[in-house]
């Protein structure tokens, strides 16, 4: 029996094994790393453990630290997620022989899948369909040539011990071959620390189809259908759904007994995924098999109604699988979308950096979020660069997929860069939603998902101009409160419609607004939603006060509003230019200097009165004041060339 169990990960996936473990009565005990200890994981958690460092290797990947905070917790087992120790075949022994429970199979399976090279002999034993290639004990150039011949280019060389997308290479000809094989052992000896290679036929525009299997200590083995996880970028998931669409019943039928026969031939427990490509014909290949619980596991749960982690724990306890083949339901579609801190316009490198804004989509049915952070949390350059699961499942693939597209809409991240407008793409893509889905979706519609930034036009700036006036945080309560709009700073006239000057910054791009009338428009906080009437038209839009900052939703992209004070970036950018100009409309209040005069870096040359406030316009560097082109209580328009300055003699 576990009453208590330990999970050895953080993150989404750690939160949502604390959630089954919970619901079984469990008692869940969190380890985390130095600079995770306010981590939603340890805050969830009935009791917390640390293991030091930042690095996964200083924390989450210390064995020994994580059995002895096993021990001193009184955890019965261990659940170890995915990545860091789940495929560790070391540790699974390492339980074992400390009276613990690994929630996963037996190190022996772990063994026989987690060489590439090792799980395909395997696999060719147990006559399950192969992609051609080689993955042979022979590790010269001479042996992958020949073996890229007999197959034919464009072959795909893949690290045996690899993982990630890490050490693959594509090599379109025996030319190419010398050094792409060079370089792939180099990549995958300091990824693996093994730079042992295999070759494999590259499959042109394949599926990534991949069946999830569960098997007891009994020996009884069943599929809970597939996942088609096609849509990749570096070879890596973004989006997962389940079923894989427009797959034959015969053709499931036929992954789903290949990937239990591919389990049972390694003796498998527990939760596992095999994983095929799937080509133009319906012939299937077996890539490789997962011997844990994947990323895409919820949109399995959606259309099976199953909790994977509750099978997890209950077969790890020894108890029998909880359906036969016949039961398993099948009901609906499920698409999931990977939330990543990303740079999607340089080649998704991860990112990192404060969450500042952080809204998840509203809960609903058939709505589900996987997540393990909260606003103000760091994206951590340490560990995996995900932020969020978002999960929709609907009766049909357009339903889910429709639903997903508005919880995408509902979703605002601000401070870390991520690939939410680059999810939104894919899933309002016409290709997309016909389920025109292969491996190479991502490189075929890359102009369309990585569009160059759309220049914002004049309907975006005087929207964000609105929105400024009736939304922007207020400076602070007991001013307003006290003072009330004699102290507010927006042209507000009694008796009249509201009119003032904005300066907004969006994008890099800087604009001012001489009056904006937001009569007929307003703001509601409660629900987040800026309401504008234009004559016949009322139009609404998401918008979020964060701070000194706005947040619009426009054109499906949040974008971030801010002020800028004109003046002030005049006295900073526009001195060295010789003349400085009026950077707004509004009246020359006071001139201080006259032609001929020196003046100090800093100096007040003219003070302007503009938006009901004084700015000082001054000198950037010393020199000397060549001519001023204005007079005292002058209206001057934005742009009119003030003072002239030239350099001190
Ligand atoms: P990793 O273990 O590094 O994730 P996989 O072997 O699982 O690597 O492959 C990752 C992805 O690479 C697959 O989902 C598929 O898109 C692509 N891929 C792998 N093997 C082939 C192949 N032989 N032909 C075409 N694409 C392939």
């Not at 090599?171 to 070759?199: I, P, Y």
């Not at 990534?208 to 996942?227: K, M, T």
């Not at 009249?496 to 307003?522: E, I, K, Q, T």
Request: a negative charge; proline letters at 5%; one cysteine or more.
């Amino acid at each position: 029996m576990i009453n208590t169990l330990l999970i050895a990960n953080r993150g989404e996936i750690a939160c949502r094994i604390m959630r089954t473990a919970r619901e079984l009565g469990m008692t869940t005990v969190a380890v985390h790393s130095d600079i995770d200890h306010q981590a939603q994981h340890v805050l969830q958690a009935d009791l917390a453990i640390g293991l030091g460092g930042a690095k996964p290797a200083d924390s989450y990947l210390l064995m020994d630290r994580i059995l002895a905070a096993a021990h001193a917790s009184g955890a019965q087992a261990i659940h170890p997620g995915y990545g860091f120790l789940s495929e560790n075949a070391d540790f699974a022994r390492a339980c074992e022989a400390h009276g613990l429970i690994f929630v996963g199979p037996p190190a022996s399976a772990i063994d026989a899948m987690g060489s590439k090279s090792a799980a395909k002999s395997l696999m060719e034993q147990a006559n399950v369909p192969l992609v051609p290639g080689y993955h042979g004990e022979a590790q010269d150039l001479q042996a992958f040539l020949d073996a890229a011949a007999a197959i034919g280019y464009p072959v795909l060389l893949k690290a045996t011990a690899g993982g990630g997308g890490k050490g693959m290479k594509i090599v379109e000809s025996a030319a190419a071959m010398a050094e792409a094989f060079a370089s792939a052992q180099r990549e995958a000896q300091s990824a693996f620390g093994d730079a042992r290679m295999l070759v494999e036929k590259y499959l042109l525009q394949p599926r990534h189809v991949e069946v999830q299997v569960f098997c007891d200590q009994q020996g009884n083995g069943i599929y809970l259908h597939e996942r088609d996880c096609s849509i990749q970028r570096r070879h890596q998931k973004v989006v997962e759904e389940a079923p894989a669409p427009g797959l034959p019943p015969e053709l499931r039928r036929a992954m789903g007994a290949a990937a239990v026969k591919a389990a049972q031939a390694i003796g498998y427990v527990g939760a596992g995924t095999v994983e095929f490509l799937l080509d133009a014909r319906g012939e299937f290949f077996f890539m490789e098999m997962n011997t844990r619980l994947q990323v895409e596991h919820p949109v399995t749960e959606a259309i099976t109604g199953q909790d994977l982690v509750a099978w997890q724990l209950r077969i790890a306890q020894g108890e029998q699988l909880p359906l036969t083949q016949q039961q398993v339901p099948l009901r609906g579609h499920a698409i999931e979308v990977r939330l990543y801190a990303e740079d999607t316009d340089n080649d998704f490198l991860p990112a990192s950096g404060t969450l500042k804004l952080y809204r998840e989509p509203a809960g609903g049915a058939g709505r589900r979020v996987d997540s393990g952070v909260v606003e103000g949390d760091v994206v951590s350059p340490f560990y995996d660069p995900m932020i969020a699961k978002l999960i929709a499942w609907g009766e049909t693939r357009e339903e889910a997929r429709l639903s997903l597209l508005n919880m995408l809409r509902e979703t605002v991240v601000a401070g870390v860069q991520t690939n939410l407008s680059f999810l939104s793409r894919i899933l309002a893509h016409p290709a997309f939603a016909r389920a025109e889905v292969d491996t190479g979706f991502i490189p075929r519609h890359a102009e369309q998902l990585l569009p160059a930034a759309e220049p914002l036009d004049d309907r975006f700036w005087h929207t964000a101009a609105k929105a400024w006036l009736l939304a922007r945080p207020v400076r602070s309560a007991a001013t307003a409160a006290t003072a009330g709009p004699w102290a507010e700073l927006n042209s507000w006239r009694a008796g009249l419609p509201a009119r003032s000057r904005v300066h907004l910054r969006c994008a890099d791009l800087d604009r001012s607004f001489a009056a904006v009338d937001v009569s007929g428009c307003s703001y509601d906080p409660a629900t987040r939603t800026l309401l504008l009437t234009d004559g016949q038209q009322r139009c609404r839009y998401p918008l979020l006060v964060g701070g000194q900052v706005l947040y619009l939703q426009w054109a499906n992209t949040w974008q971030r509003i801010e002020p800028f004070d004109p003046i002030a970036e005049v006295e900073h950018s526009q001195q060295h230019a010789g003349g400085l100009q009026a950077p707004m409309n509004g009246s020359v209040v006071r001139v201080m200097v006259e032609p001929g005069q020196q003046v100090e870096a800093g100096a007040v040359l003219l003070v302007l009165e503009a938006m009901k406030m004084e700015h000082s316009i001054r000198a950037a560097e010393a020199g000397r004041v060549k001519a001023v082109f204005c007079s005292e209580g002058e209206l001057i328009a934005d742009g009119t060339l003030l003072v002239e300055m030239e350099d001190a003699p």
